[in-house]
């Protein structure tokens, strides 16, 4: 078997499975955190896109999965929105929703701890879970996008 490119065994793994299901993915490297940087390109039933943003940290026990800018939203609808979020924070289990008030915009935010050897699945049923509350979870959030 070729050798991965991921500077992590995590990443690597992870790496793997997306190649044997055919998923298209960018390796970026390591950060100045030193977490090792993944994106995947989604695109939803509604036909929106986003990215997903995966750091496998050192030691191969710990990713954070990140997908920034779901909405942005006009400040003065900040209160609203924020409802939305708890709602939405209430519903939903191991997926966190914020507003990020610097730009206005909506970050949904997953953390995974995993032994090394079970990263790839776990990360990848993560990934399935996320896509999941995105979906259902979203369009309650549309109302308040620019």
């Known amino acids: 078997a070729a050798e991965s490119p991921a500077a992590y065994e995590s990443t ?10 055919d998923m298209t993915y960018t390796l ?4 100045g955190e030193a977490r090792e940087k993944v994106v995947i390109r989604n695109t939803d039933a509604g036909g ?11 030691g191969d026990e710990r990713c954070a ?3 920034w800018n779901l909405i942005t939203f006009d400040a003065a609808k ?3 929105v924020l409802r939305a979020l708890n709602t939405l924070n209430s519903e939903y289990r191991y997926v966190r929703f914020h507003a990020d008030e610097s730009d206005n915009t909506i970050t ?7 032994h090394r050897e079970d990263a790839a699945l ?3 049923e993560a990934t ?3 896509v999941d509350i995105l979906e259902t979870g979203c369009p309650a959030l549309a109302a308040y996008g620019k």
């Open 78 to 80: 900040r209160p609203e």
């Open 28 to 31: 970026d490297g390591l950060d």
């Open 12 to 21: 690597g793994a992870f790496l793997a499975l997306m190649d044997a299901k």
């Open 65 to 67: 999965l990140r997908v």
């Open 48 to 58: 929106n896109t986003y990215d997903i943003s995966y750091f496998f940290e050192p």
């Open 128 to 130: 399935l879970h996320l």
């Open 108 to 114: 949904a935010s997953m953390d995974l701890i995993f």
């Open 122 to 124: 776990i990360v990848w």
